[in-house]
């Protein structure tokens, strides 16, 4: 375990996830149970950039300059304890199906680009990442609905930004999270909540990975004891450093998955993390990072340089 020093940039915000550290110092994230995407000044003030019906989940910026969304479709009911704020149970009355949308910066326009593969309707679309190539890659979370004592299996995608292609790569996976990109590309990797278990593909070409097998199942680590992944972004030296609940804080997992640090945040609800080039250095040292059951964004120096995402 490994403390950071924490500076809260803002509070207040109704369950934040998708952090996106933009080039004016600016992080632009989604409110879960805004439901909306707001920008967060350098100074703590906030501007709603779009109100999003259902559920705003994970966010990036595309080749075209516009955010896309992952929806889950409000798959999760807010359930406000006064200190903190959590996910609750699936509600058939306020889910209106998953998505991923394209929404402009500057109008906060939204456009639905895909709500299925293959026939298969997406369920809640939780994380995703944009390829050098301008292609997404993104999962399926899922829906566990409680009353009806089912939960589905999903899978990792791969679209195209302009609405016209979407494919499932990875199928089952269970609860997919957060997803990312090794630096140069070459590895995608994801999170699967409720197994606490991180796995990795080799890209062999836009949308396209190797197979695992019973000998090589692509596992990187898994966690013990009672933690719980959330989204994840990869620094610049190829750790994987994902958003841990419950054990509340970053787990950074080295490239060849033999070193995990963790640093803790004290939310039991840490959701994610970005990275930022505040002091201009291009080594992208500010961490951004999301404690969505306090409604607080944090930044900190982090250990190691992070990483310039595609297209910011």
């Given at each position: 375990?490994?403390?950071l020093?924490?500076?809260?940039?803002?509070?207040?915000?109704r369950?934040?996830?998708?952090?996106?550290?933009?080039?004016d110092?600016?992080?632009?994230?989604?409110?879960?149970?805004?439901?909306?995407?707001?920008?967060?000044?350098?100074?703590?003030?906030?501007?709603?950039?779009a109100?999003?019906?259902?559920?705003?989940?994970?966010?990036?910026?595309?080749?075209?300059?516009?955010?896309?969304?992952?929806?889950n479709?409000?798959?999760?009911?807010?359930?406000?304890?006064?200190e903190?704020?959590?996910?609750?149970?699936?509600?058939?009355?306020?889910?209106?199906?998953?998505?991923?949308q394209?929404?402009?910066?500057?109008?906060?326009?939204?456009?639905?680009?895909?709500?299925?593969?293959?026939?298969?309707?997406?369920r809640?679309?939780?994380?995703?990442?944009?390829?050098?190539?301008?292609?997404?890659?993104?999962?399926?979370?899922?829906?566990?609905?409680?009353?009806?004592?089912?939960?589905?299996?999903?899978?990792?995608?791969?679209?195209?930004?302009?609405?016209?292609?979407?494919?499932?790569?990875?199928?089952?996976?269970?609860?997919?999270?957060?997803?990312?990109?090794?630096?140069?590309?070459?590895?995608?990797?994801?999170?699967?909540?409720?197994?606490?278990?991180?796995?990795?593909?080799?890209?062999?070409?836009?949308?396209?990975?190797?197979?695992?097998?019973?000998?090589?199942?692509?596992?990187?680590?898994?966690?013990?004891?009672?933690?719980?992944?959330?989204?994840l972004?990869?620094?610049?030296?190829?750790?994987?450093?994902?958003?841990?609940?419950?054990?509340?804080?970053?787990?950074?997992?080295?490239?060849?998955?033999?070193?995990?640090?963790?640093h803790?945040?004290?939310?039991?609800?840490?959701?994610?993390?970005?990275?930022?080039d505040?002091?201009?250095?291009?080594?992208?040292?500010?961490?951004?990072?999301?404690?969505?059951?306090?409604?607080?964004?944090?930044?900190?120096?982090?250990?190691?340089?992070?990483?310039?995402?595609?297209?910011l």
């Amino acid at each position: 375990m490994s403390e950071l020093e924490l500076v809260e940039v803002t509070s207040g915000l109704r369950f934040p996830e998708g952090p996106i550290a933009m080039p004016d110092g600016s992080v632009i994230l989604v409110e879960m149970f805004g439901p909306r995407i707001t920008r967060v000044l350098p100074d703590g003030t906030k501007q709603t950039v779009a109100e999003i019906e259902g559920g705003p989940n994970g966010l990036a910026v595309g080749p075209d300059g516009a955010l896309y969304l992952c929806n889950n479709g409000g798959c999760f009911t807010p359930v406000d304890l006064g200190e903190w704020l959590l996910p609750g149970p699936f509600d058939p009355a306020r889910y209106i199906g998953g998505r991923i949308q394209r929404v402009d910066i500057e109008t906060g326009a939204v456009t639905d680009l895909y709500t299925e593969c293959d026939g298969h309707p997406l369920r809640a679309p939780n994380d995703i990442v944009f390829d050098a190539d301008g292609g997404m890659w993104f999962t399926d979370h899922g829906v566990r609905n409680e009353g009806a004592r089912t939960t589905d299996l999903c899978g990792i995608y791969y679209a195209l930004a302009d609405g016209s292609k979407i494919t499932e790569v990875v199928y089952p996976t269970e609860a997919p999270n957060g997803i990312g990109l090794s630096p140069d590309g070459t590895r995608i990797y994801w999170a699967e909540t409720y197994t606490g278990r991180v796995y990795q593909r080799v890209i062999t070409a836009p949308g396209v990975v190797t197979a695992a097998t019973p000998l090589d199942p692509s596992l990187l680590a898994g966690l013990p004891d009672m933690q719980l992944l959330d989204s994840l972004g990869v620094d610049g030296e190829g750790n994987v450093c994902v958003a841990t609940l419950s054990n509340g804080g970053i787990t950074v997992i080295s490239p060849d998955g033999s070193s995990i640090v963790h640093h803790p945040t004290g939310d039991p609800l840490t959701t994610n993390i970005c990275f930022g080039d505040d002091d201009g250095s291009g080594e992208y040292r500010t961490a951004y990072i999301t404690c969505s059951g306090s409604g607080k964004l944090f930044k900190t120096r982090w250990p190691s340089r992070g990483l310039r995402l595609n297209f910011l």
